[in-house]
């Protein structure tokens, strides 16, 4: 039957009824059945677009016969001898050209049953593509969409491109297959795993601060930076040097390893090219891919193949996170009041209640959204298949408002509650300037999620006595403290690279006083944290040049001064809040700081001329 010859390139039952009659062959009448059962016998005869007498003639000589032998009532007989026939040739239904290129290229058989809904696939194409030609004038010509059911990881909706049959902006690319930048929204899985491995709650801090990474210093979407802030406010604002620092202290290659067990076959293609960068869109990923962790997250941490076909046996799953640090992720995620929620949205009575990441490239080539809730993820990619960037594709502006229109259309009122908070997360109190357990010298107290035999227990250390002037003026150790004219007072001791900080931006905090300058103690702990340059690494600088590299360290609290040494012969005295400039000669150089204490750091650098 599927093999039937209907005349010029028509071939099976199905395919000529749709063609003929503009319908499936379960809703054909008795006249157009007994049409398609004569065609084949000679198909350019009976081509009813073409010699239409001669399929009249034929098609009422077997009602006739079917008449004289009772075969079907004689009435339904009667109404189709007199049935006209229509000559026009209808196209072929073309429904979901991506879902169905994918289907053929990756399934066999006659008769497929897909797990795509029609309704869900006809709404996302319309506000894909209503929303892309609206947008047509910022530069932006394409988009694609993926919606998953996160009950039985089914792909419900599947739109490669705003218009398949726009030449002239590759409609034909499936930009869910294509291997595209995905911005920050890597992010979400990087935080997660961090809670998973101990090393993070949403209230610890993190620094965002300029950070030479060998070489590599990010910036954030905004061109500026924070200081010391909370995980989850660096989450919710997709800050990148927390991010790229996290990531570091992780190990990139361990991270590579979640990773590749979530399917990220493209990137670990890649990964001996990748470094840092990666985790803020230096490398590349399918939106299929990015869909299929972000359902995980959804569906407390487990990643589920992607079902194409309805009712496939799925009940395999890889666990990538744990069900309390993917709650964590969605509660921090689900908030509005953040940079990358668009102000038109505020004004709207009705916003679905989501947990959703962006997304930007390098470039600003691709804008990326992927949002979530108990029944389903959806994914958004809007861009050019040119590769061409504009002003206006990041992830906030032109990818998150489709986003919530697509959830307001194919969820508006959901099935499922919110996720509800599991057996292994808790509330406990933090220190609010730490996030770590509170000491006693703690003052200012918050609560803050943490997952039980998991998150770090380390008690707050921020907070040290020690021996001051009267006036608090002066420091003293116990070498030098007098007899008396002393106390004892609470200062809080900051990581070096958040002193150097607030130095240069002239942030007020409360400072150690300086050491007893008459003091002769030696000190053993930690010397300046070197900034700049970076060890272990290669500076090139042009040849008779006045080029130089930048002396910078973050000292720890107390110093006053910083002496720079290059090659173990003195070079300058600075203050540690203060940059300085040296002509480097060719070859390998050692450069030490020490600072007023006795201690003392050194890297190693390469100069070469070019």
């Known amino acids: 039957m599927n093999s039937l010859p209907y005349g010029g390139n028509i071939e099976g039952v199905k395919s000529a009824s749709y063609i003929y009659f503009n319908r499936p062959p379960g809703k054909l009448s008795l006249a157009q059945s007994i049409m398609l059962t004569v065609i ?31 075969v079907f009532p004689s009435n339904s007989l009667k109404d189709a001898l007199f049935e006209p026939i229509e000559t026009a040739r209808y196209s072929m239904p073309a429904l979901a050209l ?53 009950n039985n990881s089914n792909v419900v909706a599947y739109c490669g491109s705003s218009d398949f049959y726009n030449m002239s902006a590759s409609g034909q690319v499936n930009g869910i297959r294509a291997v595209r930048s995905p911005g920050s929204t890597l992010k979400a899985a990087l935080y997660a795993y961090a809670f998973d491995l101990g090393i993070l709650t949403p209230k610890m801090k993190l620094l965002d601060v300029p950070t030479d990474f060998s070489g590599y210093e990010p910036e954030n979407y905004t061109e500026k930076f924070h200081g010391e802030v909370t995980a989850d406010f660096a989450l919710m604002n997709s800050l990148n040097v927390p991010a790229v620092r996290l990531l570091e202290k992780i190990g ?51 990643m589920y193949h992607l079902n194409y076909i309805k009712g496939a046996n799925n009940d395999e799953n890889v666990q990538l996170f744990s069900p309390g640090a993917v709650y964590i992720v969605s509660q921090i995620l689900s908030g509005i009041k953040r940079p990358d929620f668009p102000n038109e949205l505020l004004n709207r009575t009705r916003l679905p209640k989501i947990a959703w990441k962006t997304g930007t490239s390098y470039g600003k080539k691709d ?8 029944d389903y993820t959806i994914a958004v990619w809007m861009g050019n298949f ?72 380390n008690v707050c250390a921020l907070y040290k006595e020690f021996f001051v002037s009267e006036d608090e003026a002066i420091q003293y150790c116990t070498e030098c403290l007098p007899d008396n004219g002393w106390k004892k007072v609470l200062y809080p001791v900051y990581d070096p690279e958040i002193v150097l900080w607030n130095f240069i931006n002239n942030i007020e905090f409360k400072k150690i006083p300086p050491h007893n300058p008459n003091c002769q103690a030696k000190f053993s702990a930690e010397g300046p944290k070197i900034i700049s340059p970076s060890d272990n690494f290669e500076y090139y600088i042009e040849n008779k040049s006045a080029e130089q590299l930048l002396l910078q360290a973050a000292a720890g609290e107390g110093v006053q001064t910083l002496y720079w040494y290059i090659n173990d012969k ?26 007023d204490k006795g201690r003392n750091s050194s890297v190693f650098v390469n100069v070469k001329v070019y």
């Open 570 to 595: 003195f070079y300058i005295k600075t203050k540690p809040e203060e940059k300085q400039f040296f002509t480097a000669e060719k070859g390998r150089i050692k450069i030490t700081c020490l600072d």
């Open 252 to 302: 990139l290659s361990q991270f590579l390893l979640l990773l590749e067990k979530a399917g990220f076959n493209d990137i670990i293609k890649q990964k001996n090219k990748l470094g840092l960068s990666m985790i803020l869109g230096g490398c590349g990923v399918r939106m299929e891919q990015l869909a299929s962790v972000y359902s995980a997250i959804a569906r407390d941490g487990k």
């Open 386 to 457: 040119d590769g061409k960037g504009s002003p206006h594709l990041s992830g906030s502006e032109m990818a998150v408002p489709l986003l919530f229109d697509l959830f307001n259309a194919i969820d508006y009122n959901p099935k499922k509650k919110w996720y509800s908070m599991p057996k292994d997360v808790g509330f406990r109190e933090v220190c609010a300037e730490s996030g770590y357990i509170p000491s006693k010298n703690c003052v200012d107290i918050i609560s803050d999620y943490y997952i039980k035999n998991v998150s770090p227990n």
């Open 40 to 70: 084949p016998n000679d198909p350019n005869l009976y081509r009813i677009d073409k010699s239409v007498s001669s399929a009249r003639q034929k098609r009422n000589y077997w009602i006739k016969k079917f008449a004289n032998d009772n």
């Open 98 to 150: 991506h879902f169905c290129n994918y289907i053929m290229s990756n399934y066999n058989g006659d008769n497929i049953l897909t797990s795509l809904e029609l309704d869900k696939q006809k709404k996302a194409e319309t506000l894909l593509s209503s929303y892309v030609e609206r947008n047509k004038p910022k530069g932006i010509t394409n988009g694609a969409v993926i919606v998953i059911d996160n």
């Open 367 to 374: 804008a990326w959204a992927v949002g979530y809730n108990p």
